[in-house]
């Protein structure tokens, strides 16, 4: 299994200039194209295990200093998320028909984590574990397992990532799916987002913005917005502008004070839809018209799109998403910002029909590995040094843990969050204390503690694995080590104890 590194024609925003530090030069020097493959010759890279390949270098910490004259800034955030795209759907994760070389790129300029997971294993609460950096169940929101009720959704009253960098001086955009609730009350200009632009619903046909329920769903605001372009298109083109005119704005501000400058950080949530089905590639209208006319008729399941689709449009999908992320990216280091923003690319949770996850085992919707690791990408040059593969298990709320410390904001204390800041690790190399990560889902948990996870399907069986070593969940461990199991068990209980129950079906 190979991937090309990508040429110099393509990529769109041309070589890489930012400064690394004089330890970290003598492994990058010849690592560059093995980190833009995952260190494909190693199988321990894929699989998570502690130990990178040796042509990868593992996470080293950096001697943070800001640049002259920046003493203290604060970094814009660009974090992008792909829909339903699965752990291995990279090139730099091994997909070995698929070319991604602009995200290829932004791994080699960062750090590549190899055991990061999703919040849950649905689209809709991962979103609510990212915006409240809570697990879903902490909110009634997010115990839909997606949203589809309308009169469900993230409260506007409870703090949001948006809310809390809002209030501490960011500017805050949210482009592309919301799926955390519908209008009046429930769109992201109630939660904290400055300016909305996308799709209220968990789906749309690319080209007619038709929803699930056969509803136009393009949002300016809380004002519907025709354009029947491709969508990928239209939000990677609102990206482009917002990184443009961020960048206009800071150049004009100069050293401004006082209230909130036009120059003052950003915060920029870029959510594709792609490559959630439909499985409609840019350009294939008559595909999108048969859709459309289906949906229109009233035919149940017609957006899922179960009789379409195949491993070629899949591919189209995921290489398009690589670009649409390029010409954001391209536009972020024209407008003079790329060296003070934190970008972060990852799925929403795991692969569905199409996608290619191997080693793990299970899809989108289960807490098997498969449905909840997920690719995962981050980008700061001014803070942390390229060319890095962390293999420390880290989750959804965890970011937005991060990005409130590296923003100077704090967690309401009525809503304490549930990730762990990793500020103190990507920056200064501190060790990450042991933790749990936790998921529930309808009829299944799951809980890690360092190498262990705890796994509960809707068989009911309790299973032990040792996801470093065993990522494809095969060998059972519950019999072996029955008090560990114990254990697991036990914390998985008590957390769930503090989560608000399901609502009986």
Not at 255 to 279: K, M, Q, V
Not at 371 to 391: E, F, K, M, N, Y
Not at 450 to 467: A, E, H, M, P, T
Request: charged share 25%.
């Amino acid at each position: 299994m190979t991937s090309a590194d990508p040429s110099p024609t393509d990529i769109s925003d041309g070589p890489a200039t930012a400064p690394v530090s004089r330890r970290a030069f003598g492994g990058l020097a010849g690592a560059g194209a093995a980190a833009a493959v995952g260190g494909l010759g190693s199988f321990t890279a894929l699989a998570g295990a502690p130990r990178a390949a040796a042509s990868e270098p593992a996470f080293r910490e950096r001697e943070f200093r800001a640049a002259p004259g920046r003493h203290g800034r604060r970094p814009n955030i660009l974090f992008i998320l792909g829909d339903d795209l699965g752990w291995a759907d990279l090139s730099s994760y091994g997909a070995p028909g698929i070319r991604t070389p602009h995200l290829d790129r932004l791994a080699r300029q960062g750090v590549r984590f190899t055991q990061a997971y999703s919040g849950s294993a649905t689209c809709s609460p991962t979103r609510f574990s990212l915006y409240t950096g809570r697990y879903p169940g902490r909110t009634a929101g997010g115990l839909a397992e997606p949203i589809a009720d309308r009169t469900v959704g993230l409260d506007p009253a409870h703090p949001t990532l948006a809310s809390l960098l809002r209030d501490a001086g960011y500017a805050t955009a949210l482009i592309g799916k919301w799926h955390c609730g519908y209008l009046p009350d429930r769109s992201p200009t109630k939660s904290g987002w400055d300016t909305f632009f996308g799709n209220l619903g968990g789906a749309l046909e690319y080209y007619s913005k038709l929803g699930l329920a056969g509803e136009y769903d393009l949002y300016e605001g809380d004002a519907t917005y025709k354009d029947l372009r491709y969508y990928t298109r239209i939000i990677t083109e609102r990206a482009v502008g917002f990184v443009t005119d961020a960048g206009r704005r800071n150049a004009a501000a100069g050293h401004a004070s006082g209230g909130r400058p036009a120059g003052s950080p950003w915060l920029l949530n870029l959510n594709f839809t792609t490559p959630h089905w439909p499985w409609i590639a840019d350009g294939d209208e008559a595909e999108s018209a048969e859709i459309v006319r289906r949906i229109k008729a009233g035919e149940p399941g017609a957006l899922q799109h179960r009789d379409g689709g195949s491993l070629g449009k899949y591919r189209e999908m995921v290489e398009d998403l690589d670009r649409s992320v390029g010409e954001v990216l391209a536009a972020l280091r024209r407008s003079g910002q790329e060296e003070d923003t934190l970008v972060f690319f990852a799925s929403d949770n795991g692969g569905e029909r199409w996608s290619y996850n191997w080693p793990l085992t299970g899809n989108k919707a289960s807490l098997q590995e498969g449905g909840i690791r997920v690719p995962t990408l981050l980008r700061w040059p001014a803070g942390i040094d390229a060319g890095q593969v962390s293999h420390e298990p880290v989750f959804t709320p965890d970011w937005t843990a991060t990005l409130l410390e590296l923003a100077g904001a704090r967690p309401e204390r009525g809503y304490p969050l549930d990730g762990t800041s990793l500020a103190g690790y990507l920056l200064r190399g501190e060790r990450i204390a042991e933790r749990d990560l936790f998921w529930r889902v309808r009829g299944e948990r799951a809980l890690r503690r360092g190498n262990w996870k705890y796994y509960r399907g809707k068989g009911g069986k309790d299973q032990l694995f040792d996801v470093v070593h065993d990522p494809r969940e095969q060998a059972d461990r519950a019999a072996a080590e029955p008090q560990l199991l114990r254990r697991l068990r036990a914390s998985w209980e008590a957390v769930d104890g503090t989560l608000l129950a399901y609502p009986k079906e």
